[in-house]
């Protein structure tokens, strides 16, 4: 069955580095997204990206953070220069079918970023 | 973004039936209900989603009250597997946006 992948699944980082997370989305999907889950706290949204543009992100996605299609199969996100408070699980996730009330969204395993 | 509330944990022997509730009271009319779990260490993981009719597949079945002020996520037979914490989504996205609200969910627990 397709799935997402997401690499590395585990990245340590320095505070005031910047990070690359890459995520695969399944290979038919147009619609691509970002999550975030902190340690014992809620999945929350980051952003979502369509047709090489970001169609929405949350009040999280600040001007530290980017995302890019760099070629036909690769998504990624960039934190510029990481604070303590991105520690996280980041997951990727795609759809086929787009922002639709009736969307079923495909997660990838996620990358635990640890920044100290 | 219509709330769900959900029990914080429940607790099923394994190869027993599971039935997972999800209040929803404040409903839309275009609001689909969807449930995800997520397992330990992954990803969320898309189970079924319906909107006013009952739905079955290959994971699981979705039982939506005629009111649709409530909805049961049933497990036929709980295996091991199942452990999960599981989240009953209300999504519109004539007005939630492009987001899925995950909440905090039902933890179960699959007890051998």
């Known amino acids: 069955e397709p799935e997402v992948t997401q690499t590395p699944s585990h990245q340590v980082t320095q505070m005031g580095q910047e990070v690359i997370l890459r995520c695969v989305p399944i290979s038919n999907h147009l619609y691509f997204y970002w999550y975030r889950q902190i340690l014992g706290q809620k999945v929350e949204f980051l952003v979502s990206f369509y047709n090489n543009e970001i169609s929405e992100k949350s009040e999280i996605f600040d001007d530290q953070f980017s995302v890019e299609r760099p070629d036909g199969s690769n998504f990624t996100l960039k934190i510029r220069s990481t604070k303590l408070e991105d520690s996280a699980m980041y997951f990727c996730a795609s759809s086929e079918q787009g922002p639709a009330s009736n969307e079923k969204l495909f997660f990838g395993s996620g990358t635990q970023l640890s920044v100290l | 973004d219509a709330k769900t509330t959900q029990p914080n944990s429940m607790e099923s022997n394994e190869e027993e039936p599971v039935h997972l509730p999800c209040n929803h009271s404040t409903i839309s009319g275009t609001d689909y209900i969807h449930w995800y779990r997520q397992l330990p260490s992954q990803g969320p993981e898309y189970v079924i989603h319906g909107l006013t009719s009952n739905v079955n597949n290959r994971m699981a079945s979705l039982a939506i009250a005629e009111d649709r002020k409530s909805s049961t996520l049933i497990l036929h037979r709980a295996t091991l597997r199942d452990a999960a914490v599981y989240y009953c989504?209300?999504?519109?996205?004539?007005?939630?946006?492009?987001?899925?609200?995950f909440g905090t969910g039902t933890s179960l627990t699959v007890i051998p």
């Open positions: 989504i209300l999504r519109d996205v004539l007005t939630g946006g492009n987001q899925f609200y």
